[in-house]
């Protein structure tokens, strides 16, 4: 009988939780950011459409932020079940963090989260709009501290180990470590694009099928205007990103850039097979030199190869080489999409092309991938290290802990993950199925803000 590996399947079962989870929060930022300036135009303006956007949006925002709060508590239970050996070496630094992360965030988000969501018409709209703001920033409170966290894992700074425990020098050097900035930033974009994707997707299926044409074309021109700027500036902070994994983690490039050897001129590979056993790649297409020039800003440049690290710190080139190239298909992809529908928008055909819409609701699933794609570059390329150059993954793990054991919970989390995944898709299908509420909220119908006080008079009055 084969016997079953701990360490493989405590990193299958880490990997599992950790991908779920993360396609909640990347799009919970970006949403909650977009309902905020739904609520500031509604007070600023006091058009229907935005309220009816908001309204709509927010009961979206509610499941999505449910769905990932349920996922993520598990994450830090599973510091304590399978890796505890390196949970009990880095307390110091990541304890501190992710307590961090619960007190200033998630209690921001929860407290203002139920002003947005039960308070529209009990409070005045002052408040709502603060609360829907707080929603906003809280979520950027909690990607702030979660990636200074990671980051530090990526690249630790402002800290040594001793006897197998790491010790802080200096905190500002190890929360704001060499990768923290360009990482923020781009999961930051990342974030903007998967909301903006989202709206713009269900809008352009909304004007399709002639659902609240009012708001959904209000709904699908923000965001058209708001992706042709993000989308391009993701190019440039990703190369950026780039550059400085290049520094930084240099076996993690290699595997990205598909090298074996140490090369002068390296090609860009737009395509290759490449085999983790015979160290070669299999059916190369590419441009000559490009990855040198990008990388290294000179023609020739020297790009290091894997090879130069011997086998066992090697991350696994094709899932990052492959997973790399889907990451950035996909936003090439979403820069067209972006420019082009900012291009009919400037044009004012964007309801007309039946073509466009239609592609842009097909749009829906892909940030998703790309932010996956994204993430086993990151965290796979970082293998065989928890924190690069500090500790191993392979020395992280819990001592006690066995095969069987690791495989009946990462069975368990799959079943309960899938109930949880199906039931708030399902619930979620059933409420972009209804579209947004346009009752109550006709300009031409008298009363239709009246239930939220206005001004102190208006709450004199109520009370």
């Not at 390196?86 to 998630?106: D, M, Q, R, W």
């Not at 990451?327 to 039946?354: H, N, Q």
């Not at 199925?433 to 909220?441: F, H, M, S, V, W």
């Amino acid at each position: 009988m084969m016997e079953l590996d701990p360490l493989l399947l405590s990193r299958i079962q880490f990997a599992f939780v950790v991908s779920f989870h993360a396609i909640f929060p990347v799009f919970t930022i970006g949403l909650a950011s977009y309902i905020a300036l739904l609520e500031g135009l509604l007070y600023r303006t006091g058009n229907p459409a935005y309220e009816q956007l908001s309204r709509f949006w927010t009961k979206v925002f509610a499941v999505v932020f449910g769905m990932g709060v349920v996922s993520g508590i598990v994450m830090s239970f599973q510091f304590g079940t399978n890796w505890s050996v390196f949970s009990y070496a880095s307390a110091n630094f990541l304890g501190p963090i992710l307590a961090y992360e619960v007190v200033t965030a998630f209690f921001l988000e929860a407290v203002f989260l139920g002003v947005l969501l039960f308070g529209r018409d009990k409070v005045p709209r002052g408040t709502h709009l603060f609360a829907a703001c707080m929603v906003a920033l809280g979520t950027f409170i909690s990607s702030f501290w979660i990636l200074s966290a990671n980051s530090w894992m990526q690249t630790p700074a402002g800290a040594e180990l001793r006897d197998g425990i790491v010790y802080l020098t200096s905190w500002s050097e190890a929360i704001f470590n060499p990768s923290f900035f360009p990482r923020f930033f781009h999961v930051a974009l990342a974030s903007f694009l998967t909301g903006g994707f989202v709206v713009a997707g269900v809008s352009a299926w909304y004007l399709l099928k002639g659902k609240a044409p009012e708001a959904s074309k209000k709904a699908l021109q923000m965001c058209l205007i708001m992706l042709a700027i993000a989308a391009p500036a993701q190019l440039l902070v990703g190369d950026m990103h780039g550059l400085n994994t290049f520094k930084h983690q240099p076996a993690k490039v290699a595997a990205m850039e598909g090298v074996w050897e140490t090369t002068d001129g390296a090609p860009l590979l737009l395509f290759a097979i490449p085999s983790q056993t015979q160290e070669r790649n299999f059916l190369e297409i590419g441009i000559p030199n490009m990855a040198s020039l990008i990388l290294t800003h000179e023609w020739n440049g020297t790009i290091p190869g894997l090879k130069e690290w011997a086998p066992e710190d090697r991350p696994h080139m094709p899932t990052v080489f492959w997973s790399f190239r889907i990451m950035v298909a996909i936003g090439l992809l979403m820069i067209i999409i972006a420019l082009w529908g900012a291009w009919l928008t400037w044009r004012d055909r964007l309801v007309e092309s039946k073509r466009f819409l239609r592609l842009t609701s097909l749009m829906i699933p892909l940030p998703f991938v790309a932010v996956l794609a994204g993430w086993f570059v990151t965290e796979v390329g970082r293998q065989p290290w928890l924190a690069y150059g500090l500790i191993r993954t392979a020395d992280g793990l819990t001592p006690s802990l066995t095969g069987a054991m690791a495989l009946f919970t990462l069975v368990g989390y799959v079943v309960v993950y899938a109930v949880v995944f199906i039931a708030g898709i399902s619930f979620l299908i059933r409420i972009i199925r209804q579209g947004p509420d346009q009752a109550d909220l006709s300009e031409d119908q008298p009363g239709a803000h009246a239930k939220r006080p206005l001004s102190a008079a208006d709450d004199k009055t109520m009370a």
